[in-house]
T-cell receptor
Framework: QKEVEQNSGPLSVPEGAIASLNCTYS??????FFWYRQYSGKSPELIMF????GDKEDGRFTAQLNKASQYVSLLIRDSQPSDSATYLC??????????FGTGTRLQVFP | DAGVIQSPRHEVTEMGQEVTLRCKPI?????LFWYRQTMMRGLELLIY????????DSGMPEDRFSAKMPNASFSTLKIQPSEPRDSAVYFC????????????FGPGTRLLVL
């Protein structure tokens, strides 16, 4: 079992819809969680992080964390074609390094 | 502020040649990470440094790979000899704090070994 798992996708949503990206993790010692966006041919870009159970909102993005279920999600409201990218989930265990999932490819079509 | 700087951006070499990748972290950042990304394996951590000291190199695939950080503003990842299976995008990332929690990535080096 991978430490951080994501569905590879692609997840296809129409423009204006809510895109829901999911991530599960196996290590209950994981303390915080990060979402990176990676456009094709580019480097990962940090878009959100979350430490506590519940929701954290930043503009059109909402990160959700449920430590009991070991589940993290990223919601993108009013999805735009420019949101089309691969989204990487990462878990931090407090051991100096992030553990990345393999990413979910999101396609937003007009 | 300048972000993480990597060079070269692209490298094409022949099997058996030595390859050296370079990274300049964000000024003031205390941790530096080298990653490799492929379609098959995703983003893999190779090695990371805290305050110029290598902390964990368990991700380095073989003895052919080595990394150094002689000072706070420069690191190298060397592959000698290179093999076709080393073809990947190599990213360097840096973090302000030694805990390595929030990392900022460089643009990457695309390596192709023929």
């Amino acid at each position: 079992q991978k430490e951080v798992e994501q569905n590879s996708g692609p997840l296809s949503v129409p423009e204006g819809a809510i895109a829901s990206l999911n991530c599960t993790y196996s290590d209950r010692g994981s303390q915080s969680f990060f979402w990176y966006r990676q456009y094709s041919g580019k480097s990962p870009e940090l878009i959100m992080f979350i430490y506590s159970n519940g929701d954290k909102e930043d503009g059109r993005f909402t990160a959700q964390l449920n430590k009991a279920s070991q589940y993290v999600s990223l919601l993108i409201r009013d999805s735009q074609p420019s949101d089309s990218a691969t989204y990487l989930c990462a878990a931090y265990r407090g051991t100096d390094k992030l553990i990345f999932g393999t990413g979910t490819r999101l396609q937003v079509f007009p | 502020d300048a972000g993480v700087i990597q060079s070269p951006r692209h490298e094409v070499t022949e099997m058996g040649q030595e390859v050296t990748l370079r990274c300049k972290p964000i000024s003031g950042h205390n941790s530096l990470f080298w990653y490799r990304q492929t379609m098959m394996r995703g983003l893999e951590l190779l090695i990371y440094f805290n305050n110029n000291v290598p902390i964990d190199d368990s991700g380095m695939p073989e003895d052919r790979f080595s990394a150094k950080m002689p000072n706070a503003s420069f690191s190298t990842l060397k592959i000698q000899p290179s093999e076709p299976r080393d073809s990947a995008v190599y990213f360097c990332a840096s973090s302000l704090f030694a805990d390595g929690e929030t990392q900022y990535f460089g643009p990457g080096t695309r390596l192709l070994v023929l």
